[in-house]
T-cell receptor, first 111, second 114 residues
Framework: QKEVEQDPGPLSVPEGAIVSLNCTYSNSAFQYFMWYRQYSRKGPELLMYTYSSGNKEDGRFTAQVDKSSKYISLFIRDSQPSDSATYLCAMTPEGAQKLVFGQGTRLTINP | GAGVSQSPSNKVTEKGKDVELRCDPISGHTALYWYRQSLGQGLEFLIYFQGNSAPDKSGLPSDRFSAERTGGSVSTLTIQRTQQEDSAVYLC????????????FGQGTRLTVV
């Protein structure tokens, strides 16, 4: 079993929809949780990070962490075709340096 | 520079040959990471450098893989006697002392072993 599980999709939604992306994990030591966006043939780009449990909002993006359930989510409001990309969750324990990534979810927003 | 730069962007090599992949981190960043991304997979950690400390090599898949970082800046990932299963995108990232929560990735080197 992988430490971090993420549904690879693909996920296709109409423009303007609310998108929900999720990851589950097994290591209770994880404390830092990140979401990266990766366009085709590009490197990952950090979208948001959260420390421990709670919510964080940045514009149209909201990240949620539920440590009791070992479950994290990324919500995208008013989705745009430019949001079409692969979204990767990543996490790491306190004091550690290597990120453990999910497989990534391929998202397409249809105009 | 403005961002993390990797070269070459693409590399096709014959099985059994050695390859070198280069990473130029963002100026002033003390931490440097190498990851590997196979088709349809997430990123797999390979190695981590921080300042003058000994690197964390725990992710290197075999002794055919090695990496060095000269002068605390440029890093080279070397794969000896390449195999077809080494085909992947090799990604480099760097971060400041604030660590991995703000790591910036390069565009990657797409390696194909034929």
């Amino acid at each position: 079993q992988k430490e971090v599980e993420q549904d690879p999709g693909p996920l296709s939604v109409p423009e303007g929809a609310i998108v929900s992306l999720n990851c589950t994990y097994s290591n209770s030591a994880f404390q830092y949780f990140m979401w990266y966006r990766q366009y085709s043939r590009k490197g990952p780009e950090l979208l948001m990070y959260t420390y421990s449990s709670g919510n964080k909002e940045d514009g149209r993006f909201t990240a949620q962490v539920d440590k009791s359930s070992k479950y994290i989510s990324l919500f995208i409001r008013d989705s745009q075709p430019s949001d079409s990309a692969t979204y990767l969750c990543a996490m790491t324990p306190e004091g550690a340096q290597k990120l453990v990534f999910g497989q990534g979810t391929r998202l397409t927003i249809n105009p | 520079g403005a961002g993390v730069s990797q070269s070459p962007s693409n590399k096709v090599t014959e099985k059994g040959k050695d390859v070198e992949l280069r990473c130029d981190p963002i100026s002033g960043h003390t931490a440097l990471y190498w990851y590997r991304q196979s088709l349809g997979q997430g990123l797999e950690f390979l190695i981590y450098f921080q300042g003058n400390s000994a690197p964390d090599k725990s992710g290197l898949p075999s002794d055919r893989f090695s990496a060095e970082r000269t002068g605390g800046s440029v890093s080279t990932l070397t794969i000896q006697r390449t195999q077809q299963e080494d085909s992947a995108v090799y990604l480099c990232a760097s971060s400041s002392d604030r660590g991995h929560t703000e790591a910036f990735f390069g565009q990657g080197t797409r390696l194909t072993v034929v």
